[in-house]
């Protein structure tokens, strides 16, 4: 049982590249969910899902997208990156939104140059 | 807008000390209360949770207490060793808008040898 997986753990990328953020959990969690951590600003929710083929905009959603085609798999997609978008992201999931504790993965340090 | 604020942001005391990490909230209309814990470097580590209806709940060394109607949680810490030195966070899941969690901005904890 691995828990929430992400990759990669580190990533340096120019500014206008795109990537994709990888999170995969084990557990068969219906809801997942993708955070950014930033000094002074804590962690706000970019994006969520509630199961497969669910997804809904967090507090921060702008210039990411996701997609949730299985309930393994919850990846986020930066389309055009920006130095604003350098920031460590954390992909957490649980059983239920208002019920189950949050599982997190270890997070993706991402800086954009 | 809801607001989950910790003080102090940070606390140091030596090994051995009972201490207690505070959370307030600005909306009595919860689904549950959460504490994690964050090592540097690292995801966050679910330690407790809360629901609406439970007033407390206790884990090892640790005990969280809710009191809705003050808004306000803490979490006790017994007999504090160096390995509890880590950033406190408590994140509250609030009836309106259930899909997110707000997080505070936590409290970085030192115990010292």
């Known amino acids: 049982n691995a828990g929430v997986t992400q990759t990669p753990k580190f990533q340096v990328l120019k500014t206008g590249q795109s990537m994709t953020l990888q999170c995969a959990q084990d557990?068969?969690?219906?809801?997942m969910s993708w955070y950014r951590q930033d000094p002074g600003m804590g962690l706000r929710l970019i994006h969520y899902?509630?199961?497969?083929?669910?997804?809904d905009q967090g507090e921060v959603p702008n210039g990411y997208n996701v997609s949730r085609s299985t309930t393994e798999d919850f990846p986020l997609r930066l389309l055009s990156a920006a130095p604003s978008q350098t920031s460590v992201y954390f992909c957490?999931?649980?059983?239920?939104?208002?019920?189950?504790?949050?599982?997190f993965g270890n997070g993706t340090r991402l800086t954009v140059t | 807008k809801q607001e989950v604020t910790q003080i102090p942001a940070a606390l140091s005391v030596p090994e051995g000390e009972n201490l207690v990490l505070n959370c307030s909230f600005t909306?009595?209309?919860?689904?549950?209360l959460q504490w994690f814990r964050q090592d540097p470097g690292k995801g966050l580590t679910s330690l407790l949770l809360i629901q609406s209806s439970q007033r407390e709940q206790t884990s090892g060394r640790l005990n969280a207490s809710l009191d809705k109607s003050s808004g306000r949680s803490t979490l006790y810490i017994a007999a504090s060793q160096p390995g509890d030195s880590a950033t406190y966070l408590c994140a509250v899941s609030f009836i309106q808008g259930a899909q997110k969690l707000v997080f505070g901005q936590g409290t970085r904890l030192t115990i010292n040898p």
């Open positions: 957490a999931s649980s059983y239920t939104r208002e019920r189950s504790p949050l599982h």
């Open positions: 899902s509630v199961g497969a083929g669910i997804t």
């Open positions: 557990m068969n969690h219906e809801y």
């Open positions: 909306d009595s209309a919860i689904y549950n």
